[in-house]
Each structure stands twice: as structure tokens, then as C-alpha cells.
């Protein structure tokens, strides 16, 4: 034994835990990355501060003006390390099968050689931060513990706004519990002869799930969900192993809370891929008068069948991780009041006076912006903000957060949306024939994937679910899990499915829904479905509102514009048929349930 792992495994008889797994875990790691210490994160007030004060001395924080956003921070990211890596992200299972033809995947045998000696001595010079963290309301039986190794305090800091981080989690895990282990390095050992930098990172990068164990490694960057590994990494690619093996629902759905002017209260989550107005939905500002919206989450929901047979969702997250440009008093009032303190800014322009500013928070830019990069920024000099800067803050400061969001028992839904932006074809609204109709449209969901492209029904981009980045295995596997959780329910308990579409244009390329909080309007019909209060049509892609159903009082829209945006053209649809069809081809073997979806639609069509 050498004198430092002699040092580091007398500093775990301190530990604030008898979980002897865990210790032994920690330990194994610590002989690993050989970090000069190793510190257990309790996520109190007095660690954040310690902590960002020793980030805003090393540079890494920027202490913002306090009058302004008190107790909070600004970060400015290495220009290599600003987002997501996708293609750096694997799904090592054990066969290469489970992994599925849209994930990245690699033997789990060879990918453990590889980061072993990539994680050996990473943390040299550097503290380990044990930090234990519950993902979902703590005490909740839908809850799943995960414990994260890292060797970056900006994570430490990270984590204890995005999730129920430190003492009460280790409480819970208790001395025996089940726990997801996640290990994270920024990559950059501070061996002799190596100064630091204000943020640590590697031109190598790796994120890498091992479903079967339970796993999550990252390497090489300090980033977002590359490092923050309860989100993308815990809540949905491992999460959605864990749900399809215990027969539940991990999903990338914002859960809203809809209360009518009669007092009636429905719950409703919806998928929508990036830049698709989920944010925006998930703290909708009603137009119709009467109605009130709440946020329970916005981004990630876990769904599990309740003993009545309907089904619940908890918002496993604390936190809000949101892109901040186009983030502003005109499109999402609740999320820029929800920023007031307590936040972490990162990538956004910095203003003379000590606050933050992206692009879309005011109609225009104040004077003496830092940019992005730490440069003096003038106008027309690109953007002040990188377009993928992000805020993170407590969800518990949403002045329109619902009571229940942080209920163990979760909210059952009456209604599941999906969408994507859309300028022809998808009407704005479509209600699902069944559930098994309704798994067939959202394995469809798709994007165009530019202005160029609009009008062209087969240059898409599809992302079943929203969730083609975020399946922990095979997608065609996971359609089959819906299938059977539907087919294992009682029907007239299961939420109903819609296709909405806030996108569609006119022939003049002009949107015809103003969208935003006027997508109440869609809601309130949806909720009268449920309550059997509206009448629908049938469509050869779904049932549809009657002339009318839509309440667009007060609205400037005309009825030519309502009749376009529920219109089904037979001929484009048969356009998109052929193009789900080919799609489908590429996600490996597609449920026969839905392949008799796609050919009843064909036959509908005629």
C-alpha cells in the first residue's frame, strides 16, 4: 500500500456512512484516480459557500452582484467543452443488441480498459468529492439514490441545486441501499510542473452507461449533463433500463398542472424534442381567463401505476438546468422570475454592472457586454451569449410551481403529449384512437430539420418520444414497453395520447397559432375530452376537434386559419406514411403493433 492510499483510506474511516459497499467503492476509485484527498459532500450552506468562494478564487466563478442575483454565480466554459457530446456517448450493455442500431455502443469489457487507463491518476493534485444525491423527492418509493465521484466542485455545486444532494440522500441509501455509481472527471491531473486553469477540461471525451451494472463514467469534460450525471445520464438512459426491467416509465416529459374555472385539476406531461416550446409549456402563462397553470416538472418525468390503477409521475429533478437565449419576459415571464437568485449562469454575456444577459432577455442589449468567450462584445460580433448557455437554479423558486411537485406520491396524469415543429402536415392537435395508436404516433414524432426543408414531408428528423438521445437501450424494445404496460392496464384508467403541433405555417410561411400561452386553448380541449365534454371527429390520422372545439375567444384568428391548422391533406399524409415507413426501417424490429398501425394508416389513407 502505498503512503497516499494509506492516507486516502484512513480519511474513509471518517466516512458519514456504515454502507460498507459504498466505502469499499470510493475506496476502489480512490486507488484509481489518486486524488490528494477525498472530501464527503453534505450539500449545507456553509459547503456552497465554501465552495464557490474557492471557485471565484481560482477563477472558475464569477460572484454576481448580489443586489441583483444574490448568492449567485457566473462560469465562462473552455470553448471545447459547451455541450452535450452525443457522439462520445455510449451504451455498453452487454450485448450489442440491447444497445440498439441508435445508440453508440462498445464491448464492455474493452470500454472498462480504456477509461481504466484513462481514470488512472486523473485526480492526481485534485479532491475527490464524494457526493451522494437522491433523484426524486427523498422518502419516495419512485426515488433512486445515486452517489457521484468527482473531481470538480463546480459539479459539487451543480448537483446541489439539480438534485436532493448530500446528508439527507445518504440517510436514505441507509446502510445497505441500492445506488447508482457515477464517477466524473474533468480529465486534467495536476501532476508537477501543471497550474490549473479556470475551467479543467480534456479534448478527449467520454460518457459511457453499463446498463446491466448500473454504471456511469465521464470523462473529459465539465459540462452540462456530461457531468452533472443524475440528469440525462441517471434519470433517463439508466433510468429507462431500470423502468423497462421493473415495469415503470422514465421519460423526457415536462408534467404540468392544469386547474379549469370550475376547480377541476388535471395533470398533464408532454414530450417535445429541443426547440419545441417545452420549457415554455412547462410554465404556461394561461390566456384564458380563469384557468391556471403550474409547473410540477420541466423536463424529465418517472411514471409508475398507481394501486387505483392510474398512472403517476414525479419530477425527479430539484432543479431547473434550462437554455437560457431566448429566455425572456415575452416568451417564459415565470422562468426569468424563477432566476432571481441562487443560480448558476454559465456561457451567458456578462454585463458591466455584475449581472448576466442573453439574447431574447431584453428587446436589446445593454451596454459593455463580456461575451461569452471573455471578450468585449459589439453588436454584430455573433452572439454575446453561446446559443447553448444555460441557468441553473431550485425549481422551488418557480413562482408558479405547484404544490405537489415535490409530492413521494406523484400526480396521476390524465393526458400524455407529444409534438414536434412542424410546418405542414401535423394538424394542431390529434387525439390517438388508443394507447396503441398513440405509441405509433409518438415512435413518429419528428422535427424539420430546416426552413428549407419545410415543406419537403420527407427531409426529417425524427425522435421517437423525444427520447432517441436519451434510451438507455434499444429503441424498438422500448415502443414494445409501452406497448405492454398499455396492454397490461385497466383501459379506462390510462391517460389519453395527443399529437400536437404549435409550428404549422401558412402558404406565405407565416405561423398560424400564436402559441406560447394561448396553448391553453389546446389544453382546455384536451381536458374536456377527458371529461367527455367535447366532441372530436375522426381523421385517417386521428380524431380531431369539431368545428369549433377550439376556444379562441379573444383571439385574432380566422376561421380559414383554424381549418389549416386541423387540416388533413390525404396526399401529404400519404407522403408521410411512406416516409414513417422508411424511418421505421432503421430503428431495427419494430413491434408488429406498430407495423399494423403504419399499414392502418396506409389503408386509411387509401
Request: with cysteine; charged share 20%.
Amino acid at each position: 500500500m502505498t503512503e497516499q492510499t494509506a492516507i486516502l483510506t484512513g480519511q474513509q474511516a471518517g466516512a458519514p456512512t456504515r454502507h460498507a459497499e459504498l466505502i469499499a467503492w470510493v475506496e476502489d476509485i480512490a486507488r484509481l484516480a489518486k486524488p490528494a484527498a477525498i472530501r464527503w459532500c453534505d450539500g449545507s450552506q456553509a459547503e456552497w459557500e465554501e465552495l464557490s468562494s474557492l471557485l471565484v478564487d481560482a477563477g472558475t466563478l464569477t460572484r454576481l452582484d448580489s443586489a441583483k442575483r444574490p448568492n449567485s454565480f457566473y462560469a465562462r466554459s473552455d470553448p471545447r467543452d459547451v455541450a452535450r457530446v452525443e457522439s462520445r456517448t455510449f451504451i455498453c450493455s452487454e450485448n450489442e443488441a440491447d444497445a440498439g442500431p441508435t445508440n453508440n455502443w462498445s464491448n464492455p469489457a474493452e470500454m472498462r480498459t480504456r477509461l481504466n487507463g484513462l481514470f488512472d491518476g486523473c485526480m492526481e493534485g485534485r479532491t475527490m468529492y464524494v457526493v451522494p444525491y437522491c433523484m426524486g423527492p427523498l422518502g419516495s418509493e419512485a426515488s433512486v439514490i445515486g452517489v457521484e465521484l468527482t473531481d470538480s466542485p463546480y459539479v459539487v455545486l451543480s448537483m446541489k441545486i439539480m438534485t436532493r444532494m448530500g446528508a439527507g440522500a445518504l440517510d436514505m441509501l441507509g446502510d445497505d441501499g441500492f445506488f447508482v455509481r457515477c464517477v466524473h472527471t474533468v480529465g486534467m491531473p495536476l501532476t508537477e510542473g501543471v497550474a490549473d486553469v479556470a475551467w479543467p477540461c480534456n479534448d478527449e471525451k467520454w460518457i459511457v452507461h453499463y446498463p446491466e451494472t448500473r454504471e456511469i463514467w465521464s470523462y473529459g469534460s465539465g459540462y452540462g449533463g456530461n457531468a452533472l450525471l443524475g440528469k440525462k445520464c441517471l434519470a433517463l438512459r439508466i433510468a429507462s433500463v431500470m423502468a423497462r426491467d421493473q415495469g415503470w416509465l422514465a421519460e423526457h416529459m415536462l408534467i404540468l398542472k392544469l386547474t379549469s374555472p370550475e376547480g377541476a385539476v388535471h395533470y398533464v406531461a408532454a414530450a417535445f424534442p429541443s426547440a419545441c416550446g417545452k420549457t415554455n409549456m412547462a410554465m404556461l402563462q394561461p390566456t384564458l381567463a380563469g384557468w391556471k397553470a403550474e409547473t410540477v416538472g420541466d423536463d424529465i418525468a418517472w411514471m409508475r401505476f398507481g394501486d387505483d390503477g392510474r398512472l403517476y409521475a414525479v419530477n425527479p429533478e430539484a432543479g431547473f438546468f434550462g437554455v437560457a437565449p431566448g429566455t425572456g419576459y415575452s416568451t417564459n415571464r415565470n422562468a426569468v422570475e424563477t432566476l432571481w437568485g441562487n443560480a448558476i449562469f454559465t456561457n451567458t454575456a456578462l454585463t458591466a454592472d455584475g449581472d448576466v444577459w442573453w439574447e431574447g432577455l431584453t428587446d436589446s442589449p445593454p451596454e459593455g457586454l463580456t461575451d461569452w468567450r471573455g471578450e468585449a462584445w459589439t453588436p454584430g460580433n455573433g452572439p454575446a451569449a453561446h446559443p447553448n448557455a444555460r441557468f441553473t437554479v431550485p425549481a422551488e423558486q418557480c413562482p408558479a410551481i405547484a404544490a405537489e411537485w415535490n409530492d413521494p406520491a406523484g400526480v396521476p396524469i390524465s393526458a400524455i403529449l407529444f409534438g414536434g415543429r412542424r410546418a405542414t402536415a401535423v394538424p394542431l392537435v390529434t387525439e390517438a384512437f388508443d394507447w396503441q395508436h398513440g405509441v405509433y404516433l409518438a415512435a413518429n414524432v419528428a422535427s424539420e430539420t430546416t426552413a428549407a426543408a419545410e415543406a419537403k414531408v420527407g427531409q426529417l428528423r425524427r425522435d421517437p418520444f423525444a427520447m432517441l438521445p436519451f434510451c438507455g437501450y434499444a429503441i424498438s424494445d422500448y415502443f414494445d414497453h409501452w406497448l405492454r404496460l398499455g396492454e397490461k392496464a385497466d383501459k379506462s384508467k390510462l391517460p389519453g395520447i395527443y399529437l400536437v403541433n404549435w409550428f404549422r405555417k401558412s402558404a406565405e410561411g407565416k405561423f398560424l397559432w400564436p402559441g406560447f400561452g394561448d396553448n391553453v386553448r389546446v389544453l382546455k380541449w384536451i381536458v374536456e375530452r377527458r371529461e367527455g365534454k367535447a366532441d372530436a371527429i375522426d381523421s385517417a390520422t386521428g380524431r380531431l376537434p369539431v368545428s369549433g372545439a377550439i376556444d379562441t375567444s379573444g383571439l385574432d384568428i380566422s376561421d380559414e386559419a383554424m381549418a389549416e391548422l386541423l387540416r388533413v391533406d390525404a396526399e401529404v399524409w400519404r407522403e408521410e406514411a411512406k416516409a414513417s415507413a422508411q424511418d421505421f426501417a432503421k430503428l431495427g424490429q419494430v413491434p408488429q403493433a406498430l407495423l399494423d398501425e403504419q399499414a392502418a394508416l396506409e389503408q386509411r389513407l387509401g
